[in-house]
T-cell receptor
């Protein structure tokens, strides 16, 4: 069966520090991978999605970047965090045909102080 | 750009009352999905609708996809405290492997 791992679960980082959140998927090949951000009490904003290794599409201009160094690994990064980067970050995957459900990781709650 | 609007933002009901949340897209969708997020948790898939005018039921939950594939609704009959959470719709876009989520409707059920 397929599983998705996302870590860490919580993170407190100072403003200006770097960020690296990692997400890995097991039990499937060539998944679509997504990073979403959810501000407190708000909806899910699509940040990045990837349909293959090295292929990253950015949805909104921001202080973040994403990389997919391996088929089932998706990394969200920042060189210098801003206060506005605080939120709940969710990684998700779906099969290659986008007409199917997304499976979410447990999420990382990031607080920038 | 692609937008999926969802209303209401919040809904407080007495246990046993019905609840409905609505989604509208600015463009035609390839499919609509519904997710539930419990407080502190991550979104969990409930159902997917693909066909124009499709209606699906899961026990007390009824999901509809509009004829134009631009709107959808989730209706819960006789809510229970276990229904508490935020319900999200997510619209799939033709030829793109991505989903756009609505802003969610947070449901609170008073016992």
């Amino acid at each position: 069966s397929q599983t998705i791992h996302q870590w860490p679960a919580t993170l407190v980082q100072p403003v200006g520090s770097p960020l690296s959140l990692e997400c890995t998927v097991e039990g499937t090949s060539n998944p679509n991978l997504y990073w979403y951000r959810q501000a407190a009490g708000r909806g899910l904003q699509l940040l990045f999605y990837s349909v293959g290794i090295g292929q990253i599409s950015s949805e909104v201009p921001q202080n973040l970047s994403a990389s997919r160094p391996q088929d089932r690994q998706f990394i969200l990064s920042s060189k210098k965090l801003l206060l506005s980067d605080s939120g709940f970050y969710l990684c998700a995957w779906s099969v290659w045909d986008g007409n199917t459900e997304a499976f979410f990781g447990q999420g990382t709650r990031l607080t920038v102080v | 750009g692609q937008q999926v609007m969802q209303i209401p933002q919040y809904q407080h009901v007495q246990e046993g009352e019905d609840f409905t949340t609505y989604c509208n897209s600015s463009t035609t969708l390839s499919n609509i999905q519904w997710y539930k997020q419990r407080p502190g948790g991550h979104p969990v898939f409930l159902i997917q609708l693909v066909k124009s005018g499709e209606v699906k039921k899961q026990k007390r939950l009824t999901f509809q996809f509009g004829e134009a594939k631009k709107n959808s609704s989730l209706h819960i009959t006789a809510t229970q405290t276990t229904d508490v959470g935020t319900y999200f719709c997510a619209g799939g876009v033709y030829n793109f492997n991505k989903f756009y989520f609505g802003s969610g409707t947070k449901l609170n059920v008073k016992p």
